[in-house]
T-cell receptor, first 110, second 115 residues
Framework: DAKTTQPPSMDCAEGRAANLPCNHS???????VYWYRQIHSQGPQYIIH???NNETNEMASLIITEDRKSSTLILPHATLRDTAVYYC???????????FGTGTKLQVIP | GAVVSQHPSRVICKSGTSVKIECRSL??????MFWYRQFPKKSLMLMAT?????????EQGVEKDKFLINHASLTLSTLTVTSAHPEDSSFYIC???????????FGSGTQLSVL
């Protein structure tokens, strides 16, 4: 079973920041928070991941609460191409299997 | 960056035939690969974990005789849907990781339609 909870859908105006929340209250100490997204009819794409510190890369920022029970993915300036389903996943190290929850369908509106 | 290639991207077959889907890691070795299936407007469902040189580990409810997985090399895993039926029509996706604590790379998926 998925270990994360996300809102099923969100809208965001083009050019504005998109903030996607994720709850992972049962996360273990050795589990990372990963974010992937899936554009229609394609394989998922990695966005960002973190353990306890906030992270930023060319695509997004990841804010993890101090207790690690929730996180927020931030797309600073959403474009129409960011319309996709976004999946938050907790994943331990090693080769453990990765299961997906229902994700958040982000619709970027012109 | 690391790339996972999946082939074919789309296949249409007659009921009762078998279909093979290939998943290759192009620039890294993958001792473990994962196979997912996805129905329209649904999330990815893990089917099995493919281990190089050993038997795959199937998730509960997935028929191992129906979905044959072979991981004969460090860069190739195959999924064969045997005696396909219309209910097997789905989007199949593979993924692989270069190593422990690494992100997953996904293939572009295979849309299987069984007539």
């Amino acid at each position: 079973d998925a270990k994360t909870t996300q809102p099923p859908s969100m809208d965001c105006a083009e050019g504005r920041a998109a903030n996607l929340p994720c709850n992972h209250s049962t996360i273990s100490g050795n589990e990372y928070v990963y974010w992937y997204r899936q554009i229609h009819s394609q394989g998922p794409q990695y966005i960002i991941h973190g353990l306890k510190n906030n992270e930023t890369n060319e695509m997004a920022s990841l804010i993890i609460t101090e207790d690690r029970k929730s996180s927020t993915l931030i797309l600073p300036h959403a474009t129409l191409r960011d319309t996709a389903v976004y999946y938050c996943i907790v994943q331990a190290g090693g080769y453990q299997k990765v299961t997906f929850g229902t994700g958040t369908k982000l619709q970027v509106i012109p | 960056g690391a790339v996972v290639s999946q082939h074919p991207s789309r296949v249409i077959c007659k009921s009762g035939t078998s279909v093979k889907i290939e998943c290759r890691s192009l620039d890294f070795q993958a001792t473990t690969m994962f196979w997912y299936r996805q129905f329209p407007k649904k999330s990815l469902m893990l089917m099995a974990t493919s281990n190089e040189g050993s038997k795959a580990t199937y998730e509960q409810g997935v028929e191992k005789d129906k979905f044959l997985i072979n991981h004969a090399s460090l860069t190739l895993s195959t999924l064969t849907v045997t005696s396909a039926h219309p209910e097997d029509s789905s989007f199949y996706i593979c993924s692989a990781t270069p190593g422990q604590n690494e992100k997953l790379f996904f293939g572009s998926g295979t849309q299987l339609s069984v007539l």
